[in-house]
């Protein structure tokens, strides 16, 4: 394909949710429609950055957008890439990483539930604005509990082109993750180990991103100390050497892998 005739690369970011539970860590994963570029795969919350995603400084906890740059290696909007990792997570299956009055962000009772959900399908379908959305309830994104993970890019021949950064953060107290159900299949905590087993045995498609970070996930037995590796940069996303460029992680011969762990 020539250059003039290249597939666009769509900014992305998705966001791995975790929790502990009694058998270690569990990872919130969904299940996407069958239709669209990547049919049926299961996967984490995530999607497109848009670029209603810039201009958030004052509305996070923590981060500004020139240090948010620096961590992913880009000379400006870095901080559009935790925006969007938010928004999704937020729209895909309904859990808020905000902070409100000095606090986690909570829902007080189902009336409130139902309020934000409301919002959720706004936003969804682009009848929303998220600044909107976030100033008029006194909310900041929780910044500070979203940690960059790693970087992907699908190869050349895809069905269709993300530069995508891999975000994680726990999932918070008194919220209760639910699938969109109009974008979705379904959605499910499940152990790292557990997943790779189903995609194992041909029962989940999943691409090599979403593999390659569960493996990760299953060296690790609880959400504290994940998240203080990876906070502080000391996880290893086990890739071919001569890939590892820039911070670049693929394998462009197995994308799409169907039957491997």
Known sequence: MSDSKAKPVRKAATIMLVRSASNGIEVFMLQRPGRGAFPDLHVFPGGKVETSDEGFDSLCDSLSDAAASK?????????????????EC??????????????????RN???????????????????DFK????????????SRVHYFSHWITPKFAPARFNTRFF???MPEQQ???????????????????????HA?????????????????????????????????????????????QGIQYDPNRWLSSSTT
């Open 71 to 87: 961590i992913v290696s880009v000379c400006g909007n870095g901080l559009s890439y935790w925006i969007a990792a938010i928004r």
């Open 90 to 107: 937020f729209e895909e299956c309904s859990v808020l990483l905000a902070n409100q009055c000095g606090q986690q962000f909570a829902f």
């Open 110 to 128: 189902s009336e409130h539930i139902k309020e934000f959900d409301d919002a959720r399908h706004a936003l969804a379908s682009d009848e929303l």
């Open 132 to 143: 909107q959305f976030l100033v008029e309830n006194g909310l900041n994104l929780a910044t």
């Open 168 to 170: 994680l953060a726990e």
């Open 176 to 198: 209760l993750a639910v699938e969109h159900s109009t974008e979705l299949v379904s959605g499910t905590w499940i152990a790292p180990k557990h997943a790779l087993e189903l």
């Open 201 to 245: 045995k041909g029962e989940w498609q999943m691409i090599v991103p979403t593999l390659t970070s569960l493996r990760m996930l299953c060296g690790y037995e609880s959400t504290r100390s994940l998240i203080d590796t990876v906070r502080t940069g000391g996880h290893k996303i086990p890739v071919t050497p001569s890939l590892h460029v």
